[in-house]
């Protein structure tokens, strides 16, 4: 494998706050919230106990044309709506169709069109149920569609490991084009599950927040009072390349991938190891990777989901890491603003670690009320500078399984 400099020439996401990647990133240095009030009749006829979620900004069939659309789930409308956006955005790069990969994930994939298709099973029999729904449902989805979308043949792989699932997707690129499987590739996330099932489960497990009368402040990390994390939907994608390639065809250039970190726990299915053993491996796997040291880190997009154990816990593995410098390094826990995105979280992220470099800046944390002293990170509700000289920051992300997932990038 070589130590190619790997770097992103192109990003793209439909998000909680933005149909766009300039638009989320806008809106999230703002201080905006994407959780409302659903705006449907989901918990008066289901009894649910959450009412809210952070839907996205603008709905992905009313981007794409619609024949395209109707072949699609949710999912992978918002996987092709955030890819044609990055796409656009390095310049639609002209590559070898042999040479362009994707690495793309989810958490679950399908699942509006499993549920649909099983309604109509019911109430219609089978010869009512789509000849589409198992290529529609299917976690692999959005990457085929994608590789059929750009014919990209390289390959086109998924990762599904929960929350990690995308930030686990980078670093499998990363790691592909240093193998030399491609020379450009998407990579990414998406998901789109809110829906009655997943906020029933998630409340039984008493993991979302209950904050139904003030949906914008109800995901609080690193908070006190926080009582959960907040459902999110959306996609966000990346355009990996080589140095050398982006430099030969004069693509722009935000940072680089410098590094990244997959480990898993072996802990608990649920809830993650509370001494932070795994979470502190993959950011040294990453920082190793990067050859750079905790020193050097100058910036961390946290995991951070509100969840009163996940908050601390995460903050012990970075303590591990770092020391008592980790009281020091600015800390961004967007989740605040946009909720959970699941499977398409950690990619969403990445995109919003890659402009805080950019742009020199840590977004703000909104919600705290009063920090939780057992999650002491330097942590603000407002625009954190981080200073002039070189840049490195990593993007966390922890999921169901035990997985653990860390990106590091660099400015260039």
């Not at 956006?85 to 069109?113: C, K, M, N, Q, S």
């Not at 919003?352 to 944390?365: E, M, S, W, Y």
């Amino acid at each position: 494998m070589s130590n190619s400099r790997i770097v992103v020439t192109g990003i793209g996401a439909s998000s909680p706050l933005g149909g766009t990647a300039p638009e989320s990133w806008s809106a999230l240095l703002a201080g905006e919230s994407g959780a409302h009030t659903l705006e449907n009749d989901w918990a008066e006829r289901y009894s649910l106990p959450v009412t809210f979620a952070a839907e996205a900004k603008v709905r992905p069939d009313t981007v794409l044309e619609r024949p395209v659309a109707k072949r699609l789930d949710p999912s992978s409308q918002f996987a092709l709506v955030a890819a044609m956006e990055a796409w656009a955005d390095a310049g639609a790069p002209e590559v070898d169709p042999d040479r362009l990969g994707v690495d793309f994930a989810t958490g679950i994939g399908g699942l509006h069109t499993l549920l649909d298709g099983w309604d109509i099973l019911r109430e219609k029999g089978p010869r009512r149920v789509l000849p589409m729904t198992v290529p529609m449902l299917m976690p692999n989805a959005a990457a085929g569609n994608l590789s059929l979308h750009f014919n990209a043949r390289a390959y086109a792989r998924t990762v599904a490991s929960a929350c990690a699932s995308s930030t686990e997707s980078i670093v499998n690129a990363v790691e592909h084009l240093r193998s030399g499987l491609a020379d450009v590739v998407i990579a990414g996330g998406t998901e789109s599950v809110i829906h009655p099932v997943t906020i029933a489960a998630f409340s039984s497990m008493q993991a979302l927040s209950r904050r139904n009368d003030s949906p914008e402040t109800a995901s609080r990390p690193g908070s006190i009072d926080r009582d959960g994390f907040v459902m999110g939907e959306g996609a966000a994608v990346l355009i990996l390349e080589t140095e050398e390639h982006a430099k030969a065809r004069g693509a722009k250039i935000y940072a680089a991938v410098v590094g990244g970190g997959v480990t898993a726990d072996s802990y608990h299915i649920t809830a993650n190891d509370p001494e932070g053993t795994g979470a502190a491996r993959a950011v040294r796997m990453a920082l190793e990777m990067a050859g750079a040291s905790p020193d050097d880190v100058t910036h961390v997009n946290a995991h951070a989901t509100s969840t009163p154990v996940g908050d601390p816990n995460e903050y012990v593995a970075l303590k591990t890491v770092f020391g008592s410098r980790i009281d020091d390094i600015p800390v961004s826990a967007t989740k605040a603003s946009t909720g959970h995105l699941l499977g398409g979280t950690g990619a969403l992220e990445a995109i919003f670690t890659v402009l805080a470099i950019r742009d020199r800046v840590a977004p703000p944390t909104i919600n705290i009320t009063t920090q939780d002293p057992d999650v002491p990170f330097r942590i603000s509700g407002e625009v954190q500078p981080l200073g002039e000289g070189p840049q490195l920051a990593i993007s966390n992300s922890f999921g169901f399984g035990g997985h653990n997932a860390v990106a590091a990038f660099a400015s260039v």
